[in-house]
């Protein structure tokens, strides 16, 4: 019976589109997708998320806010992929910091068995570097990139400082991923 999903997940209004395709076991929790595709995409899981999938609301569970207990939303923490991913194709939205509003789709490319002496999660393609965390949403990105690229703006200078020198939009490290996803499988 095959044990892994391989999902790829793209962010929506990203031209050319960034995405990341990763191998993770189906008893993988929504709240450990989260930071693993946090980890693909190069974020720092500073902000709050939601998973949207046929209707069902998947994220944390906050005790202290009122409702809590007839809130519409599923504990991420205690659901798992297998419970609610059936078939190849599906498709499901992940939201990732509600201000900025970094819309993926999650796709199920398919179902394949265990590698024997492989560990997962995986990331096993991707394109493009993520958007630097707290630029303010996809369209202020790519309005930064047209100030980076252009030396003479009045912003250049202050906007090289915010985002670093060594921030390149084109550039993917499949290795440092990795990297990032073996700490925190070693972590638990």
Avoid at 65 to 80: F, L, Q
Avoid at 163 to 188: A, E, T
């Amino acid at each position: 019976m095959a044990e892994i999903i391989q999902l790829r997940i793209s962010l929506i209004d990203s031209n050319p589109l960034i995405w990341r395709q990763v191998l993770i076991s189906k008893s993988t929790t929504f709240f450990k997708l989260h930071q693993i595709i946090q980890i693909a995409m190069g974020w720092k899981s500073s902000h709050l998320f939601e998973f949207n999938l046929e209707g069902y609301r998947i994220g944390i569970i906050d005790e202290q806010e009122p409702g809590y207990g007839n809130s519409k939303v599923i504990d991420a923490k205690k659901s798992t992929l297998k419970d609610l991913i059936s078939h190849e194709g599906e498709t499901f939205k992940y939201l990732y910091d509600f201000g900025d509003n970094w819309q993926h789709v999650v796709e199920v490319e398919k179902f394949i068995d265990k590698e024997p002496d492989s560990s997962y999660p995986v990331c096993i393609y991707g394109a493009l570097n993520c958007p630097p965390e707290d630029c303010g949403g996809i369209h202020s990105f790519y309005n930064l990139m047209k100030i980076l690229g252009n030396k003479k703006h009045p912003d250049y200078i202050e906007t090289v400082h915010w985002i670093g020198k060594n921030y390149n939009p084109g550039v993917f490290d499949k290795d440092k991923v990795n990297r990032g996803l073996k700490k925190m499988q070693s972590s638990r």
